[in-house]
């Protein structure tokens, strides 16, 4: 599902995690395992579908995200659901980790949306474009960990999980 096409890439892993009791693998190794195991998909977990939606929300109101999230696979929407809540549980503890929101936010953003490939239309776009539009999906990850109840609740998890009429294949015998 979401993936396999990054799994029959080969790819090998930089970092080792040693199994060995007496020195185990830190929060920090598994963060930066993560990161760069969300960092090497071959499509951001946001989806480059996104990318212009989440921007836009990003600069305006990264509330309105919210619906746009619907557009996501399931595969991705309960990947992101999970890791929303994961770092939802670890901003709750910012004053023993320093790591709040905002921080996870700058982090991870990167990684969970960059923008598609280079085309002749995105090297003229205005300078530091690029820059403002990293600031804004920071802002709207941001707020999907700030809000990661509300925009992933059990009405939402419902609704997403009903396909959309004439979403199946009906396989036709030989």
């Known amino acids: 599902m979401l993936t396999h096409e990054f799994d029959s890439l080969g790819w090998t ?6 199994s ?7 929060p920090f190794d598994m963060a930066a395992l993560l990161k760069m195991y969300l960092g090497k998909l071959p499509e951001p ?10 921007v836009q929300a990003g600069l305006k109101d990264p509330a309105k995200v919210k619906n746009d999230l619907f557009c996501l696979a399931p595969c ?7 890791l929303m809540a994961l770092l939802t549980r ?3 503890h910012a004053s023993t980790n320093g790591m709040d929101a905002a921080n996870l936010a700058m982090v991870l953003a990167p990684v969970l949306l960059w923008p598609p490939s280079s085309t002749s239309e995105s090297k003229e776009k205005e300078e530091g474009s690029d820059v403002r539009e990293a600031m804004a999906i920071q802002e709207v990850v941001q707020y999907l960990i700030e809000n990661s109840d509300d925009v992933f609740s059990k009405s939402n998890f419902t609704s997403i999980m009903v396909p959309p009429k004439n979403s ?3 396989l036709q015998p030989l």
């Open 13 to 18: 892993p930089v970092i080792s995690i040693s």
């Open 90 to 92: 670890i901003a709750a």
């Open 76 to 82: 991705n929407w309960n990947t992101l659901r999970t």
């Open 168 to 170: 199946f294949t009906v």
């Open 20 to 26: 060995d009791p007496q020195n185990p693998p830190t």
């Open 45 to 54: 977990l946001l989806s480059f579908e996104l990318y212009d939606k989440v």
